[in-house]
């Protein structure tokens, strides 16, 4: 009784092996069917397949390049017009000792998450400037070798001072462009000169140009060693600039500045500014570029999953004989049915694979130009979620041809001229 329960087990168990090898065998022949049908019919598909694979590598590179996109666009004060910027300065105050940044709180500013760069600076609003028998009255900054890049300034003739220079305590300084042009009569004929300041001589290295230069365009710049051995009545250094990663960073670091200020020192009459407006306006702009971005690489996709949508009913209404001729040989409605999604799925995956191929090719040239290469896992994760929405579009766009082809009657399909 045993061994016949035994042998009515295994019979079954050999049954099931069975039909699931003949299915294996029948979906793979699906498999190359549709492959070969969609090989044959390629350019029938070569619209389809390059919106698809545009739309697969715009995304990818998008987001797998859009953090350092992000950050290479916040590098750019010329665009972001210093909206990056803080500045805590020491305001005036007849009844209140004036004050100033300590050493320590500069270098305590420069480890604050988010924060890039700080420089100092410290000034003289009066000052006498000559040149030969022209005289005339200016403000002095006594600034540090980085000031120039925090800001994004650059010399329109000659060039800017540097850091050994500032070590130094170097005899040289960096003249504004509508200064030079009162002084000199022309930008060119400044550098390389000899001014007089305050009965002290200086050498014009160069001339302030950028985009962000113009409320600086009178003033004459001094590297900060010099200015506090030779400038009789320099102020303290007042005033501190700090440049944040990116846009998203302004807030945290503008509150955090005045605990972090009164942690080193007194903090009488600390200002905080921060360009609020102009950063709102940026984060407005960059999100509207974004949104047109995604939507333009969304559409594509969209309208690449309509194409195969036509493109596989008017298969399925031109293939209707051969359907029907199937049928008669005995194929199952779910033959015919997988044999069409696997037709669209065949199409998406190849230009979701193309796609991934110029996607890469994209971000190899991207990391180039930037000097940054994005996490390799970043782009896998892409890689998988393009793959798992080009099934998601292929199933969607031929599910409904595939049913009409599958539900196609015998006789009428025969008959269809």
């Not at 953090?67 to 990056?84: M, P, Q, R, W």
């Not at 996709?301 to 293939?319: E, P």
Request: net charge positive; aromatic share 10%; hydrophobic share 50%.
């Amino acid at each position: 009784m045993a061994i016949g329960k035994r042998k009515q087990i295994t019979l079954a168990e050999l049954d099931r092996i069975r039909q699931r090898s003949l299915g294996l065998t029948r979906y793979t022949d699906l498999v190359r069917v549709s492959v070969r049908e969609v090989i044959r019919k390629r350019r029938r598909y070569l619209g389809v397949i390059g919106s698809i694979a545009l739309g697969m590598a715009g995304f990818i590179l998008i987001i797998t390049m859009g953090n350092d996109l992000k950050k290479n666009f916040n590098n750019d004060l010329d665009l972001l017009g210093g909206a990056t910027i803080i500045n805590a300065m020491f305001e005036r105050s007849p009844t209140d000792r004036q004050e100033w940044f300590r050493d320590q709180t500069l270098e305590a500013l420069k480890r604050l998450p988010g924060v890039v760069d700080v420089t100092a600076v410290a000034a003289k609003y009066s000052a006498a400037i000559s040149w030969h028998d022209h005289a005339e009255s200016t403000s002095l900054v006594a600034c540090q070798a980085n000031y120039w890049e925090l800001f994004s300034f650059n010399a329109v003739a000659g060039r800017l001072f540097s850091a050994q220079e500032v070590e130094e305590g170097a005899r040289v300084c960096v003249i504004g462009r509508d200064r030079a042009r009162q002084v000199f009569g022309s930008i060119d004929k400044a550098v390389g000169e000899l001014i007089s300041i305050d009965d002290n001589l200086y050498s014009v290295v160069g001339v302030l140009g950028g985009v962000r230069a113009g409320d600086r365009g009178l003033f004459v710049f001094l590297p900060i060693t010099t200015a506090k051995a030779r400038v009789v009545g320099l102020t303290p250094i007042t005033s501190a600039y700090i440049r944040c990663a990116g846009w998203d960073d302004v807030a945290p670091v503008a509150a955090a500045l005045p605990g972090l200020i009164r942690a080193n020192q007194p903090d009488a009459n600390l200002r905080i500014n921060v360009a609020w407006e102009p950063l709102k306006q940026v984060k407005r702009i960059f999100w509207w570029v974004e949104l047109f971005i995604y939507s333009s690489i969304f559409a594509t996709m969209v309208l690449g999953g309509f194409g195969i949508w036509n493109i596989m009913m008017a298969t399925v209404t031109s293939r209707t004989r051969e359907i029907g001729l199937k049928k008669a040989m005995g194929a199952l409605d779910v033959d015919i049915l997988y044999q069409f999604l696997f037709e669209a799925l065949c199409v998406t995956l190849s230009a979701s694979l193309i796609g991934v191929i110029l996607g890469r090719i994209g971000i190899e040239y991207m990391s180039r130009l930037l000097s940054s290469r994005p996490p390799e896992g970043l782009f896998v994760y892409c890689l998988l979620l393009g793959l798992g929405f080009a099934v998601l579009l292929g199933v969607g766009a031929g599910l409904y041809p595939s049913i009409r082809a599958s539900r196609m009657q015998v006789v009428d399909a025969m008959r269809y001229e």
